[in-house]
């Protein structure tokens, strides 16, 4: 029985699959959006999210740790830039998968994994919140311009 046997092992083995994360984890730090299949994609989000959450913190030691995952020198400088900030100030759900149809060749599920604060489709200024009317054992009243 394989009780708490939670990761993904991708068909691969310790060494490629940790290289494979690595190098999926800075691209996807460098081009803040790669599209990949949806094993992968959710392999890569536990894989990165504890990395950015390590970000936050901005000094020598986390710096050398983050480098131990990522193995590449421009995503670990990329990271802890300005522009990541709005990202160091979220809780947490940093990344996001979106599902993209099927790979020719085998049905494989593709999908995109993207940082959440840098798409600017999903991000506009002028939302405005839903407001609820009605309810139950409420009553709605209902002004009337003239």
């Known amino acids: 029985m394989n ?21 999926m984890a800075s691209s996807l730090i460098k081009k803040k959006k790669i599209f990949t299949t949806l094993s992968k994609a959710k392999a890569l989000r536990r894989y990165i999210e504890p990395i950015i959450t390590k970000s936050k913190i901005d000094n020598t030691h986390s710096r050398r740790n983050i480098f ?43 999908s995109f994994i993207e940082l959440v604060d840098f798409n600017t489709i999903y991000i506009s200024k002028n939302v405005k919140k839903s407001v609820r009317r009605g309810g139950k054992g409420k009553k709605s009243k209902i002004i009337k311009k003239e």
């Open 68 to 110: 131990s995952y990522l193995k590449d020198k421009i995503a670990v400088s990329e990271l802890f830039k300005d522009t990541f900030q709005k990202v160091r100030e979220r809780t947490g759900g940093y990344t996001r998968i979106i599902k993209a149809g099927f790979r020719f060749g085998d049905r494989a599920t593709l």
């Open 3 to 23: 009780y708490k046997n939670n990761n993904n092992h991708l068909g691969r083995k310790y060494g490629h699959r940790k290289s494979l994360l690595s190098n």
